[in-house]
């Protein structure tokens, strides 16, 4: 465990950021159950926050959305993979970084879900459904690795 961080039992740490923020960093196997693990945990933690019920709403499906993308089409599915997910408080925003040990993709040539061809399809929502809920999203260069901003602040 690097200087810095505190160990939170078997899957995750919680570490100081230069901003003097608590980052919490949780690693899961790649196991469907994890999705709502991760996603309850992550709720409880923002209890005491005061976020009203619509931006919780939109906190927990994104973030099982991102998870279970990190699992099934990151990791296949391989329990000997890992998903990361590092999340914190930041000048009235809650930001959640969700990565997979997969080889990535290109986000930007994604089919529309609302295209009329698509919309009986029964996948391929959940990253339009990340971006027109959260404030921000970003991927890096890879493409293995979301960084989703909620403004948490009224």
């Not at 990151?74 to 997910?85: A, E, F, I, P, Q």
């Amino acid at each position: 465990m690097s200087p810095g961080m505190i160990n939170l039992g078997r899957s995750g740490s919680l570490r100081n950021s230069k901003s003097g923020n608590k980052t919490i960093i949780l690693k899961v196997p790649s196991e469907i159950k994890q999705i709502k693990k991760v996603s309850s945990g992550i709720l409880d933690s923002l209890a005491s926050q005061n976020i009203d019920e619509a931006a919780l709403f939109d906190i927990r499906l994104c973030v099982e959305e991102a998870v279970r993308n990190a699992i099934v089409h990151g990791n296949h599915c391989d329990k000997r993979l890992s998903v990361t997910v590092s999340y914190w408080i930041e000048e009235g925003s809650f930001i959640i970084e969700v990565e997979d040990e997969g080889k990535g993709f290109d986000h930007k040539y994604l089919p529309d879900p609302t295209d009329e061809g698509n919309m009986l399809r029964n996948h391929g929502r959940g990253v339009y459904l990340i971006k027109r809920l959260m404030n921000e999203v970003q991927y890096n260069d890879t493409g293995n690795k979301v960084r989703m901003v909620k403004r948490i602040e009224q």
